[in-house]
């Protein structure tokens, strides 16, 4: 019988080709527009790396003095640790791997006399980083885990910026000149842009990831500047470099990665004597004083990743859906109410006010499938607009495949829904009326 | 066998009611070919239509083959009208962008047959009408005879028990109203009872039963019996 349907919807889309290309258009518009929506807040949202996601935690303390607290963050903890926190936390045997962190930055100046140098921004970190963010290399690998604590001038370059000085050969082992320091390339990574930065979201959510990658243990030896947020709440002098790494300011990031929810059990413990550790020498003196751990999805949510702007955005989309279903439903019950002789044919011949019914609803199904098509193809445009205008969200506009099913789906539920009311009543109407002649 | 009795119809709007049919009571036997006459508004669509189940009614008893109908919902009622009874209107009422052999399929599709028996009985539905040879004509490229025929043709594929024609050749000329006279009369006699309206007294005399409607009620009827014996004889 729903062959039978289909035949009939194809039919009647021949009879009535313009109201049917209209609802066509009204559907498609309205999923185009609530899909560019969806596709951008549905991948800022998503688990950038499912597979362990829950074995990453972002490591914070409550190092405020008393009567402070960071207004901005939803249980008043800092967003990032001290210097001095940073290398006291790197010191715990516990976690199977950790890494230090530093939005930095370099002038690189190219070999080649005939390129000028450039800015870029660059990341220090441990060795472990790597491993911990699942990052990908093309040529060689991680330093040595001795570097971490005695530094050495070595650098992982991206993909991008190894095309760019080495044409993109394997420059294991060659030399990179960065702020006039001589480093030597132990590796180079593939094209790795996850979505969100979420092993940052002290700097930007999103946006192009760092080119340069550099040991966290050089920031002493060669005083590398923060280029990222630095936030601090005690009246200091910090003249020199030294002053800064023994300051309360917070600058560093700290990640930890612990396989069960024992060692993680065992971490914290080992948080919580630190920071008693810690009131002893005199610091954490707030009463909240302590230590957290938020593993990847909790950090993103905690640090508003998908905005309130983007879900109110999505309920403005659906909204304009739900304005384009509306208009359908107007035309549908033109449509169908073109239709009603036939429908009293029908029911004359024995057909049941639920077969009709149902033919008007897979009729409605068809045209949702065609506006979802459509809207789909509208919805590329959409998105390739919003690359257009926002360069920094070109990792969040792409629709994979749970998103294509998605649209398909919405616009044939949607549009089944707004048939509801248009074929009930073409089913309800009495037939006699249709076939009477006086 | 049909039966009702005191059946009693009323339209209501807003402004009038119409008294339909009232106190109507009457009997169909097996076999029967039964005119309905009567002047213009009297309630003879009205009474069709009661008897195919596509109107309700507001009292009194309708017994279909022993079984009352005001008990049933509608999905009953669809399949009873189905499977027992065919139409045939005045205008035809095919479906203008359905094929002859997908206007006969109509009734067949709702009663769920194999593809293999609807194609065999629409043959033979279209065969028996005379237009076997135009399964693929639209209702436009036929004529008025034609198109009725098919629709005829719709009304038996089914082979339903009753068939109820409501004023069948109201729109023919007098020569293919009586080749559709005749191809129902055939069909009678192939033991499908029917029930035609008609304006046409000729025509109604050809049946065997006349019942005259006048003001919703049966005001006599003739048994033509005789008459129509000595047609035969
Ligand atoms: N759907 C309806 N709504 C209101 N009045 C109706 C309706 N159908 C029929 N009538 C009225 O009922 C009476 C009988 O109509 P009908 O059965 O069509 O008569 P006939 O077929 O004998 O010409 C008429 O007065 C007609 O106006
Ligand atoms: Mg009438």
Redo the contacts with the bound molecule.
């Keep these: 019988m729903f062959k039978y349907y289909l035949m009939l919807s194809w039919l009647s889309v021949k009879r009535t080709p313009m109201l049917t290309a209209l609802m066509v258009l009204a559907i498609g518009l309205g999923i185009s527009v609530t899909m560019t929506v969806l596709t951008v807040n549905y991948l800022m949202g998503k688990d950038p790396i499912p597979e362990k996601s829950h074995q990453l935690f972002h490591v914070q303390l409550y190092t405020y003095g008393k009567d402070r607290s960071n207004p901005r963050s939803a249980d008043g903890y800092p967003y990032q640790v001290t210097y001095q926190d940073a290398m006291n936390l790197s010191r715990s045997e516990i976690p199977n791997r950790k890494t230090r962190s530093l939005q930095t930055g370099y002038s690189v100046i190219p070999s080649s006399s005939d390129s000028s140098p450039f800015m870029e921004t660059a990341r220090a970190i441990d060795s472990d980083f790597f491993a911990m963010f699942k990052v990908p290399f093309i040529y060689g690998g991680a330093w040595e885990s001795s570097v971490d604590t005695k530094a050495k001038q070595v650098v992982v370059l991206g993909k991008e910026i190894n095309d760019r000085l080495f044409k993109g050969e394997n420059s294991v082992g060659k030399q990179v000149n960065l702020n006039s320091n001589l480093y030597t390339v132990v590796g180079v990574i593939d094209d790795w842009q996850p979505a969100i930065h979420y092993y940052d979201l002290n700097n930007n959510h999103f946006g192009d990831t760092q080119q340069i990658f550099v040991p966290f243990s050089l920031l002493p030896v060669l005083e590398l500047p923060s280029w990222g947020n630095n936030n601090g709440w005690k009246t200091e002098t910090i003249n020199t470099y030294q002053d800064k790494l023994n300051s309360e300011q917070m600058w560093n990031q700290f990640w930890v990665e612990l396989e069960s929810p024992q060692q993680k059990e065992k971490f914290q413990a080992w948080l919580e004597g630190y920071v008693e550790q810690q009131k002893q020498l005199g610091r954490f003196e707030h009463e909240n004083a302590g230590g957290s751990l938020k593993d990847v999805v909790e950090w993103m949510d905690y640090n508003n990743v998908v905005s309130d702007d983007n879900t109110i955005l999505v309920g403005l989309a659906f909204m304009f859906l739900a304005v384009c279903l509306i208009n359908t439903i107007g035309l549908l019950l033109a449509k169908f109410l073109r239709r009603a002789p036939e429908v009293g044919v029908r029911r004359a011949l024995g057909a049941s006010q639920g077969e009709i019914f149902v033919q008007h609803l897979v009729d409605v199904g068809l045209i949702g499938l065609a506006g979802g098509t459509l809207g789909l193809l509208l919805g590329q445009l959409g998105l390739w607009g919003i690359k257009q205008l926002y360069a920094n969200y070109h990792q969040l506009v792409y629709m994979d495949m749970t998103l294509v099913v998605l649209a398909i789906l919405i616009a044939i539920g949607s549009s089944v829904v707004a048939g509801l009311y248009p074929a009930w009543k073409i089913c309800r109407t009495n037939p006699s009326?249709y076939l009477?002649i006086? | 066998m049909l039966q009702m009795n005191n059946i009693k119809k009323v339209?209501r709007?807003d402004l009038v009611e119409?008294h339909?049919l009232r106190d109507f009571s009457l009997q169909v036997e097996e076999g029967e070919f039964v005119a309905v006459t009567?002047p213009?508004?009297?309630?003879?669509?009205?009474f069709l239509n009661i008897t195919g189940m596509l109107e309700t009614f507001d009292g009194g008893t309708y017994m279909l083959d022993g079984q009352d109908v005001k008990g049933l919902n509608d999905k009953q009622r669809s399949r009873l009208r189905n499977e027992k009874i065919g139409f045939i209107f005045q205008s035809f009422n095919l479906i203008p962008d359905l094929n002859l052999f997908d206007n006969v399929d109509v009734p067949l599709r709702y009663r769920g047959f194999s593809s293999k028996e609807r194609k065999q009985r629409i043959e033979n539905a279209l065969e028996r009408v005379g237009l076997s040879a135009r399964l693929k004509h639209l209702p436009s490229q036929l004529s008025g005879g034609q198109q009725q025929r098919v629709a005829i043709a719709r009304a038996l594929a089914g082979e339903p028990r009753f068939l109820l024609a409501d004023e069948p050749t109201g729109n023919l000329d007098s020569l293919m109203a009586r080749q559709v006279m005749q191809l129902l009369e055939e069909i009678n006699q192939q033991g499908t009872t029917i029930i035609m309206v008609t304006h046409d007294s000729e025509l109604a005399r050809r049946a065997h039963r006349n019942i005259h409607i006048v003001d919703g009620q049966v005001s006599d009827y003739q048994d033509l019996q005789p008459v129509l014996e000595v047609a035969e004889a």
């Design positions: 009326i009477k006086q | 339209f709007t119409t339909a009567g213009s508004g009297s309630g003879k669509t009205t």
